[in-house]
């Protein structure tokens, strides 16, 4: 991906002024040493504030942080840069690698880090862009503060379809063996976290709020990527909690507390040409708090063939939950023509909880290609609606088995 503006000319400045010799000379002067990594390493402290940046909640600090990690990144040495308390305002960054240290580079956020609202200086979909790394740490008790409210008003997603998307805060592109922890995100403009064309990254211990009438405002959306893990984290956001898209393996999901927000969905599949499948998705040990959608998988009427399989959804508990168990395949669409995306080998297993709708069990499959190997097991959900209403499924193309408790009952 190209780096555009003023950070690809301070990158290659930075990079054709100074050799790897004097870049070692410059380490050793203007950067911390001393610190001992897990592995007994020692590692060199990159702060943001030795290249000039400023917490003063006023100053753009991109270029101030792209120097830093151009330093820490090409220093060939253990490396951790440190964003230091205080409130850091800054435009649009990248942070490229690879980088020449064989140690995963820590990216540590003690302070506030805070989006600029000029929608004009976002040309490339998102705020914060970590690229082709293998091998980074994001940690630090940091926040992420998108300003978010500044701009959902040009948000028209909703009624164009060609809408031109607003940023993401956090991007990661093409990286690999990665762990992001214990930092946080809010009042992002478009997705808090957004996980593509990645492999074996964890993400755990991350907060991701902001109101839940905030536009497309997906907690994490994870698509083309291998080997994904979210574990121990909560999320209220205004859509998706946890979204994943095409071209998605390997995915678990777990002990992730979700609400508000439109819950755990595997999709929208289908809505592009040429979508890769999605298989090996586990969803287990959440909790869903009054949320428009439960566990859902939703797919694009009159889309082009692809896969959706080998899909657990396990011991899940719904709290007020207005459509807790759903697959829609007509999401998005009023078109006609059925989706050629085939659904196959789903379990449900031990979900329980209450409803606030009375249809807490809703398969709307494809009529082309009707869901195969969908499995109920100990299903109990009560409904606590406003009216007196009998909780009821309603299972469409679809080739349902079921054991134990089924409350309601998918006939």
Same mark, same amino acid.
């Given at each position: ?9 301070l990158?290659l400045?930075?990079l ?5 010799g004097? =870049?070692?000379?410059? /380490?050793?002067?203007s950067?911390?040493? @001393?610190?001992?990594?897990?592995? $007994?390493?020692?590692?060199? &402290?990159f ?15 991109a270029?101030?942080?792209i ?13 951790k840069?440190?964003i230091?308390g205080g409130t ?7 942070f490229?690698?690879?980088c020449?240290s ?12 805070k ?10 979909g998102?705020w914060? =862009?970590f690229?082709? /790394? ?5 940690? @630090?008790?940091?926040?992420?503060? $998108?300003?978010?409210?500044? &701009? ?5 997603c ?17 990286v690999?063996?990665s ?12 997705f ?5 064309d ?13 109101p ?7 907690g ?6 291998d080997?994904v ?13 946890i979204?994943i898209?095409?071209g998605?393996?390997?995915?678990l999901?777990?002990?992730?507390f979700c ?19 999605v298989s090996?998705i586990?969803v287990?040990n959440?909790?869903?708090l009054n ?13 082009q063939?692809?896969?959706a399989l ?12 207005k459509?807790?168990?759903?697959i ?7 078109k006609?023509?059925?989706?050629r ?16 709708s ?22 109990d959900l ?21 054991g ?7 006939n």
């Amino acid at each position: 991906m190209a780096i555009e503006g003023s950070i690809v000319v301070l990158g290659l400045a930075l990079l054709s002024c100074v050799a790897d010799g004097a =870049l070692r000379h410059h /380490i050793g002067l203007s950067h911390r040493r @001393g610190l001992i990594d897990g592995s $007994g390493a020692e590692v060199t &402290v990159f702060d943001v504030t030795q290249h000039g940046a400023k917490a003063d909640d006023q100053t753009d600090n991109a270029e101030a942080f792209i120097q830093t990690w151009r330093a820490a990144c090409d220093s060939g040495v253990p490396a951790k840069l440190v964003i230091p308390g205080g409130t850091f305002l800054t435009s649009p960054v990248v942070f490229q690698g690879p980088c020449k240290s064989a140690e995963p580079i820590v990216f540590e956020v003690q302070g506030n880090v805070k989006a600029t609202s000029d929608l004009s200086e976002y040309s490339s979909g998102q705020w914060i =862009l970590f690229e082709i /790394i293998d091998g980074l740490t994001l940690n @630090g008790g940091g926040a992420f503060d $998108g300003q978010g409210s500044a &701009v959902w008003k040009y948000n028209d997603c909703h009624q164009n379809k060609q809408c031109q998307p607003l940023p993401s805060s956090i991007k990661l592109s093409k990286v690999k063996n990665s762990d992001i922890h214990e930092i946080s995100s809010f009042n992002s403009k478009y997705f808090h976290m957004h996980v593509t064309d990645c492999n074996n990254i964890s993400i755990h211990d991350v907060n991701l709020t902001a109101p839940a009438n905030s536009p497309n405002t997906d907690g994490i959306h994870i698509s083309n990527s291998d080997s994904v893990n979210v574990t121990s984290s909560q999320i209220g956001t205004g859509d998706d909690c946890i979204s994943i898209g095409q071209g998605s393996t390997n995915i678990l999901v777990s002990q992730v507390f979700c609400g508000p927000g439109h819950g755990i969905s595997v999709g929208s599949l289908g809505k592009y040409d040429n979508e890769e499948d999605v298989s090996g998705i586990v969803v287990t040990n959440c909790t869903l708090l009054n949320t428009t959608n439960g566990v859902r998988i939703k797919t694009y009427a009159a889309s082009q063939p692809s896969q959706a399989l080998n899909i657990t959804f396990k011991d899940i508990t719904m709290d007020s939950v207005k459509n807790p168990i759903v697959i829609d395949q007509k999401y998005g669409s009023r078109k006609s023509e059925p989706s050629r995306v085939k659904i196959s080998n789903v379990q449900y297993q031990n979900i329980k909880g209450t409803s606030t709708s009375d249809v807490a069990v809703s398969f709307l499959c494809s009529s082309l290609v009707p869901c195969e190997g969908v499995e109920l097991v100990d299903i109990d959900l009560a409904y606590i609606g406003q009216k007196k209403m009998t909780l009821s499924a309603s299972c469409l193309n679809a080739n349902v088995t079921s054991g134990g408790t089924q409350n309601p009952a998918c006939n």
